[in-house]
């Protein structure tokens, strides 16, 4: 079986795949201070949940963004699989050929999102991962990975306004009943929401006018179905287009 590992800024995100299968996938909140084993131990524990353990896995596929996490989940996999990680990075076969002035500055995660919606979806395609930051990335038919973009998430923009402000406050993200807010929470709510549903469709147009139309447009992310449902704009939403993308890479390293 194989673990696909996606460690985040904000979540590791796991997945068991027995074959294309994907059997069971869970969340956990990224922390640096945690030691390895302390992970291992939640692996192990996470497994067992679900009727499997530490033996069943013989191989594992790895992207990170967290430079501090990623020696530890390397030597975590080392001694509780016994088995060394692929590690999605240069010289790692994907799929798509990457046309970033340097490669070596996307985020691995974006690569395998977009290979994952490529083989997936077909192209020419976009990618927009809502989540902690609202990511766009695009990728031609030819399977060219030309680069995109890059917002500050939700989440962060609703931290933000807590936090820099005197009489604004939490609000749940949902869109609100009209666009004018007529009271705080739905003021709130309609540029939190609203506002970022328009640029997901703005920068989507963009990219697809600059792609020369036609393009499929995948979701993923926490906050993707938050979005949809404001605006109508992807094609697919796939939450685990990461861990898909890690089992289709390390199909092609195998």
Request: proline content about 4%; hydrophobic content about 45%.
């Amino acid at each position: 079986m194989l673990l696909a590992l996606d460690i985040g800024n904000t979540n590791i995100t796991l997945g068991v795949f027995e074959g294309e299968q994907l059997l069971a996938t869970w969340r956990l909140s990224t922390d640096t201070s945690k030691m390895p084993d302390e992970y291992g131990v939640m692996l192990s524990q996470l497994l067992q949940l679900k009727k499997l353990s530490v033996r069943d896995i013989d191989a594992v596929s790895m992207c990170s963004v967290v430079p501090p996490l990623t020696l530890s989940f390397v030597g975590l996999c080392e001694e509780y699989f016994a088995v060394s990680p692929l590690l999605v990075g240069a010289g790692v076969k994907t799929g798509i050929r990457i046309l970033y002035d340097n490669p070596k500055d996307v985020g691995a995660d974006r690569i395998v999102d977009a290979a994952a919606a490529l083989k997936l979806y077909g192209g020419p395609c976009i990618v927009v991962d809502v989540g902690t930051a609202t990511v766009f990335d695009a990728v031609t038919k030819d399977g060219e990975y030309l680069g995109g973009a890059i917002a500050p998430g939700m989440s962060i923009a609703a931290d933000a306004l807590f936090h820099s402000t005197s009489q604004l406050r939490r609000v749940e993200l949902v869109g609100p009943p009209t666009a004018i807010g007529k009271n705080t929470i739905h003021a709130i709510q309609s540029g939190l929401v609203l506002g970022f549903a328009e640029l997901v469709k703005g920068m989507v147009k963009r990219f697809d006018d600059e792609l020369g139309g036609g393009s499929k447009v995948v979701g993923t992310g926490g906050l993707a179905h938050i979005i949809e449902k404001e605006s109508n704009v992807f094609d697919a939403i796939d939450p685990n287009l990461t861990l898909t993308g890690l089992r289709l890479v390390y199909e092609l390293n195998a």
